[in-house]
Nanobody, 124 residues
Framework: QVQLVESGGGLVQAGGSLRLSCTASGRTFSSYTMGWFRQAPGKEREFVAAISWSDSSTGYAGSVKGRFTISRDNAKNTVYLQMNSLKPEDTAVYYC?????????????????WGQGTQVTVSS
């Protein structure tokens, strides 16, 4: 079992930055591929970014590529999502997810564990 706790959400103006953190406990963090997803009001949850545990390869949704950066610190059992140049359409609840294995996926059904989510609101 893996427990995930997100933090770092909040209210920011368009063009600003936020860094989300997700701290894991319960199993060997370094064996898990980590992902970030988000869900805006009235919309389905969507993939944002992911990072493999083995070679730290990363993947991003087209809508955030070049603005968001995912990274991880295995010593701290933490994965980060640095969000720059934020837009109002980035407003959503952001979820951290984990899957055992070295391959990252953009499909949420591939992830086994989920955090409770953290709210990000970007004002125009």
């Amino acid at each position: 079992q893996v427990q995930l706790v997100e933090s770092g959400g909040g209210l920011v103006q368009a063009g600003g930055s936020l860094r989300l953190s997700c701290t894991a406990s319960g199993r060997t963090f370094s064996s898990y591929t980590m992902g970030w997803f988000r869900q805006a009001p009235g919309k389905e949850r969507e993939f944002v970014a992911a990072i493999s545990w083995s070679d730290s390869s990363t993947g991003y949704a087209g809508s955030v590529k070049g603005r968001f950066t995912i990274s991880r610190d295995n010593a701290k059992n933490t994965v980060y999502l640095q969000m720059n140049s934020l837009k109002p359409e980035d407003t959503a609840v952001y979820y951290c997810a984990a899957r055992y294995g070295s391959i990252w996926y953009s499909l949420e059904k591939k992830y086994d564990y989920w955090g409770q989510g953290t709210q990000v609101t970007v004002s125009s």
